[in-house]
């Protein structure tokens, strides 16, 4: 690899990806071993550098050798293109960097309910600014991705279901009304950190069944194995919510609503 000298990464080291992809930039010699700096640790050089503010939601990369600051996408094509320059020129052909720029932002702007942090939020911790735009962005992809495997994965417990997407995407959106009008006034300005939350609760739920739509069981393992799910999910609403220093009125909530629309469905096919 070829490293991009006098370069330093200001990495968000509360948040799991971000340690993992800038340790992997150093330990495959993209840049300096000592090339990226903690954001919560940053020098009083590179913090003069910096908007501390835009660092929060954009990755920063500061150039030492001109004394400038290149920031999320940009930086991220800058220390892969000085190894790979066929890879950075074609990201940065249109429509392509438009797409890669919005995927970046998606996941920024979400990943603190992506990955959730359980250091408390002061002024120093890199926690990226709330934007409406890529929450309602995560939670509809969620949505829309977990009606899609729950569909087909109905087809594997029997009991007379037969796939419907628009089914289990009436229950996803649902489970998101039900708790956003039973949850709002409890939450308040919480409301939308929970959501992001809960939907990657779900995310984490449809991805452990995808591995089961690839075998070919009797239906009582398909029954036993989403009722694993279901609790591991259940754990991790707890861990989350605990996170969000919040009681067990939403993981009671959303437990409930789970096996209310658990019942009917079973009853409509009955």
Same mark, same amino acid.
């Given at each position: 690899m070829k490293t991009l000298k006098k370069h330093t990464l200001i990495y968000d080291n509360e948040c799991p990806m971000c340690t993992i992809y800038s340790k992997g930039f150093t330990k495959c010699g993209m840049l300096d071993a000592d090339g990226r700096e903690a954001f919560t640790e940053i020098s009083v050089r590179n913090k003069n550098l910096?908007?501390?503010?835009?660092?929060?939601?954009?990755?920063?990369?500061?150039?030492?050798?001109?004394?400038?600051?290149? #920031?999320g996408l940009d930086s991220l094509l800058l220390i892969i293109g000085n190894s790979f320059p066929l890879l950075e020129r074609v990201a940065r052909?249109?429509?392509? $960097?438009?797409?890669?720029?919005?995927? $970046?932002?998606?996941?920024?702007y979400n990943r603190k309910q992506i990955i959730p942090s359980e250091k408390n939020k002061t002024e120093q911790s890199c926690v990226?600014?709330?934007?409406?735009?890529?929450?309602?962005a995560y /939670?509809?992809?969620?949505?829309?991705?977990?009606? $899609? /495997?729950?569909? *087909? #994965?109905?087809?594997? *417990?029997?009991?007379? *279901?037969n796939p419907n997407y628009f089914r289990e995407l009436a229950v996803c959106l649902g489970q998101i009304l039900w708790q956003t009008l039973f949850l709002k006034r409890y939450l308040k300005d919480k409301i939308w950190d929970y959501l992001g939350n809960m939907m990657t609760v779900s995310l984490?739920?449809?991805?452990?069944? /995808?591995?089961?739509? *690839?075998?070919?069981?009797?239906?009582?393992?398909?029954l036993i194995y989403?009722?694993?799910?279901?609790?591991?999910?259940?754990?991790?609403?707890?861990?989350?919510?605990r996170i969000l220093k919040l009681d067990l009125l939403p993981t009671i909530s959303w437990g409930v609503f789970r096996l209310t629309a658990l019942a009917i469905i079973i009853?409509?096919?009955i």
């Open positions: 910096v908007d501390f503010n835009r660092a929060k939601n954009e990755i920063a990369l500061v150039d030492h050798e001109n004394n400038k600051v290149i #920031y052909v249109q429509p392509l $960097y438009w797409f890669f720029k919005k995927l $970046y932002s998606f996941v920024s990226p600014d709330f934007n409406l735009k890529y929450r309602l /939670i509809a992809f969620v949505a829309l991705f977990s009606a $899609y /495997i729950l569909s *087909l #994965y109905s087809r594997k *417990l029997g009991m007379g *279901l984490i739920g449809t991805l452990l069944l /995808i591995p089961a739509l *690839l075998t070919n069981f009797v239906p009582v393992f398909y989403f009722g694993f799910v279901v609790f591991i999910m259940f754990l991790e609403h707890l861990r989350r919510c009853a409509v096919t």
